[in-house]
């Protein structure tokens, strides 16, 4: 790649590469900055600057973004104190659709969390809710060569020692601050992927663990204001709705086989 396969940008460094190598987890090409316009900005620089192999994961760690990317191409702020990264993953040609993808993180990320004993929902496709109110947010993208997967790419943000808009939370407002260690949270962030992609060989499994942390049973549509029971996922991640004898579904990605990079 003619260039060292982890990079950092700041000091301090040492201490997360450190980390992910006590946990077996030391695959990862890094780059971390203090302040950046988007982590995936960031990101498609430097595949740019350094083609895709499709051997080590990557991703850009940023303390602050003045104009991260969210759904729907929003601009959002992400100030210091929580997790913004942007990852380019290898992703198995088993699970090729985005929505899944997504919710894949979702729920590895949601297992992390967990582990500290809070009890995480999923509102789909993409939030993780704690009592009812924001705490992280997945943007999947899936890169296409033809038909085959070429690399998956997600955005991450995670809201840990950060001020926070009405209606989402941080982890400081729920844990001691020994354990809100912004370090700590962004390793754990980047095993989450690892695992994220251990389990998109078990699709299935993603899809009943998805399942089982639904943040509502019924959902509005934003068009209609129609109510819908929620009865489900799909195994490609689409939302499986009913309303009495009517069914339907929703998917929020769309999957592009001419994407190239």
Same mark, same amino acid.
């Given at each position: 790649m003619g /260039? /060292?396969?982890?990079?950092?940008v700041r000091t301090g460094r040492g201490r997360l590469l450190h980390d992910l190598r006590l946990h077996g987890h030391d695959s990862w090409w890094?780059?971390?900055?203090?302040?950046?316009?988007?982590?995936?900005g960031e990101l498609?620089?430097?595949?740019?600057?350094?083609?895709? %192999?499709?051997?080590?994961?990557? /991703?850009?760690?940023?303390?602050?973004?003045?104009?991260?990317?969210?759904?729907?191409?929003?601009?959002?702020?992400?100030?210091?104190?929580?997790?913004?990264?942007?990852?380019?993953?290898p992703w198995p040609q088993q699970q090729s659709s985005t929505?899944?993808?997504?919710? $894949?993180? /979702?729920?590895?990320?949601? *297992?992390?969390? *967990?582990? $500290?004993g809070l009890q995480v929902s999923i509102?789909?496709?993409?939030?993780?809710?704690?009592? %009812?109110r924001k705490l992280a947010g997945v943007l999947p993208t899936l890169v296409f060569r033809g038909s085959q997967v070429r690399?998956?790419?997600?955005?991450?943000?995670?809201?840990?020692?950060?001020?926070?808009?009405p209606g989402a939370i941080s982890l400081r407002e729920l844990?001691?601050?020994?354990?809100?260690?912004?370090?700590?949270?962004?390793?754990?962030?980047?095993r989450a992927l690892d695992r994220a992609r251990e389990l998109a060989l078990e699709p299935s499994m993603v899809v009943r663990r998805a399942e089982q942390r639904l943040w509502a049973s019924s959902v509005a549509d934003p068009d209609t204001g129609e109510s819908w029971q929620v009865r489900g996922i799909g195994m490609d991640g689409r939302l499986l709705l009913e309303q009495g004898t009517r069914r339907t579904s929703w998917t929020r990605w $769309?999957? %592009?086989p001419d994407q190239d990079l």
């Open positions: /260039a /060292a396969p982890l990079t950092f890094l780059r971390r900055l203090g302040v950046c316009a988007s982590t995936e498609s620089q430097w595949l740019m600057q350094q083609p895709w %192999s499709g051997l080590s994961p990557r /991703a850009v760690l940023a303390d602050h973004q003045i104009r991260g990317h969210g759904q729907y191409g929003r601009r959002w702020m992400a100030p210091k104190g929580g997790v913004w990264l942007s990852a380019a993953l929505g899944l993808f997504g919710l $894949t993180v /979702a729920v590895s990320l949601a *297992e992390q969390v *967990e582990s $500290t509102k789909w496709p993409n939030d993780l809710i704690i009592e %009812s690399l998956a790419r997600i955005g991450v943000g995670l809201n840990v020692n950060n001020p926070v808009p844990l001691c601050s020994g354990r809100c260690r912004l370090r700590v949270w962004q390793g754990a962030v980047l $769309t999957d %592009s």
